[in-house]
């Protein structure tokens, strides 16, 4: 991209592969979906202006196959779909996991199961994201809430691919794929794009699955120099297929661990007016928007209410939940589903905190007056919130 900040006004979806590219994404496969077939859309136009490959699969089976392919080979890869898409993805996302193979997964969500309402908002797959695909795994998480953040959090989604080696989900919500706003397309210092590591061993010597002492493992692309063994099945070292109690053992806390242990790196939260809040709204993506009005809305009222954004929600930001818990009246989890975050949140609840959520489904978006009319029920129904 050129060195200089360029200000568009453009969508959620077209912001997202502004930022695959400035993160050195330069391959797409994908089957288009709505409301994410702007990604897909717009991948056809500007990844050949880079120098790269869009391919329109037949399904959203093979566009995954076909992403963690392009990963192998060395080039940076993602795809994009919706709810649908999504469901079909998971058996390849599962090699994708296996295998330590980095790409992204743009999933724009929609109403409903199955075909559901194709352009309706929804968040439904919150818990999808994380357990989606079978066997014990860990996975990493970004949730935008606004044009600037697709395009922002899509390079943070690449560089923690990269670095981890492994997928990153990009979940979004129609909301925000379809909104148009303002958004900075930044300079990106090459020093803050996070490209795989390369083996530095001899040839003969590399093992694909050997990890450094940070706890990853080189990994070198096909065709290269080396001999590159990927497998979705229990592997060892080498890639050779391996059912050993210990090394299926070490393999597969491995998957978990390596995510885990990195907390600190991975969890991105955003804190607002936390400092005096006596109710915390915790909420994430498209549901962010309403919460930030509603909370100023009762703010004028004389009503101390913060919001705490999730912006990772896998892994789980445990520690900072916590926080708002411990020093929060009262919780209130806005979000566009029946209720799939707030059981995390009421997981975590060791403190007594009375824990509400505003839950809709009906494929509209939650509004700052219903969040409004929850804070009012709690003020009637817990006074010592207000004193």
């Keep these: 991209m050129n060195h200089k900040q360029d200000i568009r006004f453009i969508q ?12 050195g994404a330069r391959f797409y496969a994908g089957y288009p979906i709505t409301p994410s077939s702007e ?32 990963s192998a080979s060395g080039k940076k890869s993602y795809t994009a779909t919706s709810g649908p898409g999504f469901s079909l993805m998971q058996e390849n996302l599962g090699v994708a996991v296996m ?37 014990d795994h860990g996975i990493i998480v ?4 606004t044009a600037q953040d697709c395009y922002d959090l899509m390079i943070d989604a690449f560089n923690f691919s990269e670095k981890y080696r492994t997928p990153v989900v990009f979940l979004a919500d129609e909301i925000v794929g379809h909104i148009r706003e303002k958004v900075i397309i930044r300079e990106i210092d090459e020093n803050k794009i996070v490209n795989r590591k390369q083996p530095k061993c001899k040839t003969e010597e590399y093992k694909p699955f050997l990890q450094d002492e940070d706890g990853i493992a ?21 890639g050779f297929p391996c059912s050993r109690p210990d090394n299926a053992d070490k393999f597969i806390r491995h998957y978990t661990d390596k995510i885990e242990k990195n907390y ?3 969890v991105k939260v955003r804190k607002y007016n936390l400092e005096d809040s006596d109710i915390t709204l915790v909420t994430f993506g498209g549901s962010t928007r309403s919460s930030l009005e509603a909370m100023n809305m009762a ?10 954004q999730l912006v990772t929600l896998w892994p789980f930001p445990e520690a900072e939940v916590k926080e708002v818990l411990i020093n929060s009246n009262a919780v209130i989890v806005p979000e566009m589903n029946l209720g799939q975050m707030i059981g995390e949140v009421q997981r975590l609840n060791d403190y007594k905190t009375p824990v509400l959520g505003v839950n809709k489904v009906n494929s509209e978006p939650i509004t700052p007056k219903e969040i409004l009319d929850k804070i009012a029920e709690v003020k009637n129904e817990n006074t010592r919130v207000f004193g």
């Design 218 to 238: 080189p990994l070198a692309p096909y065709g290269g120099e080396y001999i590159v063994r990927l497998s979705g099945s229990g592997h060892d070292e080498k």
């Design 12 to 23: 959620g979806n077209v912001a997202m592969v502004e930022g695959a590219i400035a993160a």
């Design 264 to 266: 600190k790196d991975i």
């Design 99 to 135: 295998a330590e193979v980095p790409c992204v997964i743009i999933n724009v969500q929609r109403s409903g199961p199955s075909t559901g309402l194709a352009t309706k908002p929804a968040q439904g797959d919150f818990m999808q994201s994380r357990w989606g695909t079978h066997g």
């Design 142 to 145: 970004l949730s935008p809430s």
């Design 299 to 308: 703010r004028e009222k004389g009503i101390k209410v913060g919001v705490l």
């Design 39 to 70: 990604v897909a859309e717009m991948s056809s136009i500007r990844l050949p202006q880079e120098g790269g490959l869009y391919v329109q699969m037949e399904d959203e089976l093979a566009s995954m196959a076909a992403i963690i392919g392009a």
